[in-house]
């Protein structure tokens, strides 16, 4: 067994002392967005500290707990705290939450964030499909496939041609319209941070292809699809990054308008499981 297999075995092995879910969906909460765990009917809470090789996370809105439980009648495993790469964590510290959820049996991960709105006719509060993502080294580039591949995990080369599984993407349209939700798709950049980008960047940003920016899920997204999990991911736009007509960042507002948005992607992640 791979060191990184092993590890991963060792971590589920700790979670499988507090719980015996079975689930085959993940679901990895992003800034501002930690209260769609509460509408998990929670079986087991876990501190990631009582998991071995999670990371500690830092971001205040992160708790750091692994929650067994059902979102309506599926079952589910929620990772509430994610790593993000500014804050210094490794890129294999940063995946390996979405390597558990494969060690614990999920196939199919579902991923959220708050990200900067590009798209000029979009506005804040927006809820955006993960259609595409950009990943270009300056950016953010950053791969967690770096280095000699883990035969164990996955292939050398992992496919991209459709990283979020169209048929996941058609079921989050067909659930947001039933609920009559407006539901963008678009694209995702990915950038390093933590400092916000400037006027010039976003203008070349949006020119190259993103609807939306931020620092987060690519690379979960890229080693969930090493793993050949089929992937869904969400962005909620909670600032807008229009370049002639910037405001101030102000990250208890964006953590605000993450808040606001939430009752409303609780809803459609709740639909979107419901139909797997
Ligand atoms: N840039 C990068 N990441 C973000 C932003 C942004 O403007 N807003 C929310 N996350």
Known sequence: ???????MHEAASAVRVHTRLQARVGIVLG??????????????RIAYSQIPHMGKTSVQSHSGELVAGRLGKTPVFVLEGRLHFYEGHSLEDIVFPVRLLKALGCDTVILSNAAGG???????????????????????????????NDDALGPRFPDMSAPYD???????????????LQLRRGVYV??????????????????????????????????????????????????????????????????????????????????????L
């Open 190 to 275: 990915m950038v390093t941070g933590p400092n916000l980008e400037t006027r010039a960047e976003y203008r070349m940003l949006r020119n190259l292809g993103a609807d939306v920016v931020g620092m987060s899920t690519v690379p979960e997204v890229i080693a969930a699809r090493h793993l050949g999990m089929k992937v869904a991911a969400f962005s909620i736009v909670t600032d807008m990054c229009i370049p002639d007509e910037l405001e101030e960042a102000n990250i208890e507002k964006i953590i605000a308008t993450a808040n606001k948005a939430e009752p409303r992607l609780t809803r459609l992640v709740k639909a979107l499981v419901a139909s």
């Open 31 to 44: 800034t501002g967005l930690g209260a769609l765990g509460k509408e998990v009917e929670a079986e087991t």
């Open 118 to 148: 590009l798209n000029p006719k979009w506005k804040l509060g927006d809820i955006m499909v993960l259609d595409d993502h950009i990943n270009l080294p300056g950016l953010a580039g950053v791969s967690p496939l770096l280095g000699p």
């Open 166 to 180: 169209p048929a996941l993407i058609k079921k989050a349209v067909t659930a947001a319209r039933k609920q009559k």
């Open 1 to 7: 067994m791979s060191e990184t297999a092993a590890k």
